[in-house]
């Protein structure tokens, strides 16, 4: 690990101060000192954010504000988050260890880094890591990159559960910056690789995530599921969050996200709109259809096509069945 300054915000202005300044913010740090570890970041400095409060869940304007400082546990159990939102608290306890969980927040989990092993091996070459070096995972090991958003620059997925649950949501990032707060649309808060892949987010210098807002329950059936190489500890090669409306076993309406198969949680409206009026098992394969009509797979990760329909139908029968 190499040497850095460490300085402890007191509040969320200090702390944009300091990453205005260059400095990473840090929180659990259950990915970033890992990467620190294994020099594939190496910052010049930390901000310390554990000390601004941000960690209170609350209830607002119907909906749910999350502090960026949350632990994926406490979020998971929380009862509204259990009750109303089933689908995020499965989407958690999905992902990672119980002692990960503990450590693990809101914010840095929104924020997590590629699991692509060639992101990881400072030996090989990874335009996320060092823009214009390559991507090696286009002719070499695939298996867990994406099908789906990629460039020619990049085909790393990201891993999160838990913002694959918060886009099917449709949740909003509070950013606060030099400038001010806003909120952006999750869908709106990544960014595809293009032929930038290291700029990953909408977030610019200054800026540092306070909280993440949940609207009001939405009406209809939730699931979460994940497939993945072993039962625990492992990332999803594709997920599925589903919000479906039935009615006399047909769909009303419904709102899909998935993860393991783009470089951010994916979601279109084209996928969702053609749910509508369809018994379960042809709404799942009329979004599958949607969903990977341009789906493109690089070898080892060719199976993940078949694999995303497979999940999908999965998600929806458990759904209808759960209505029964």
């Known amino acids: 690990m190499k040497p850095f300054d460490y300085a402890r915000a007191g509040d969320v202005a200090e702390a ?44 607002s304007n119907g909906g749910l504000r999350i502090g960026t400082l949350v632990t994926n546990s406490d979020l998971a159990v929380h009862p509204i988050v259990r009750k109303s939102y089933p689908v995020l608290s499965r989407a958690l306890l999905s992902g990672a260890t119980g002692q990960l969980r503990n450590k693990a927040t809101t914010g840095g989990n929104l924020l997590q880094r590629t699991r692509c092993p060639y992101f990881y091996d400072t030996a ?42 918060m886009m099917a949501l449709g949740a909003q990032v509070e950013i606060e910056g030099l400038n001010g707060t806003r909120a952006v ?7 595809l690789p293009g032929d930038t892949p290291h700029i990953e987010t909408c977030l610019e210098e200054g800026d540092v995530i306070t909280h993440v807002t949940l609207p009001a329950p939405p009406e209809g059936t939730q699931g979460y599921v994940k497939v993945r190489d072993r039962a625990s500890y492992a990332f999803a090669l594709v997920s599925v969050a589903a919000i479906v409306r039935f009615d006399g076993g047909r769909v009303v309406s419904g709102r899909l ?8 949680p994916w979601r279109t409206d084209a996928v969702d709109a053609v749910l509508e009026g369809k018994s379960p098992l042809d709404a799942a394969e009329a979004a599958a259809d949607a969903l990977l009509s341009e789906a493109e797979g690089h070898g080892d990760n060719d199976f993940k096509i078949l694999l995303a329909r497979r999940t999908l139908r999965r998600a929806m029968r458990e759904l209808s069945e759960s209505q029964a």
């Open 257 to 264: 996200a998935f993860g393991g198969l783009a470089p951010r």
């Open 124 to 165: 090989a070459a990874c335009n996320k890591r060092e823009p214009g070096t390559g991507c090696a995972a286009l002719e070499g090991r695939n298996r867990v990159c994406g099908i789906l958003g990629t460039s020619p620059h990049c085909i790393a997925t990201h891993p999160s559960d838990m913002a694959v649950a």
């Open 185 to 191: 649309p999750l869908d709106d808060f990544y960014r």
């Open 16 to 59: 944009s101060r300091h990453t205005a300044k260059g400095a990473t913010v840090i929180a659990g740090g259950t990915n970033l000192l890992d990467l620190m570890k294994l020099q594939v970041m190496t910052p010049s400095a930390l901000v310390d954010i554990t000390r601004t409060g941000l960690d209170g869940i609350e209830e």
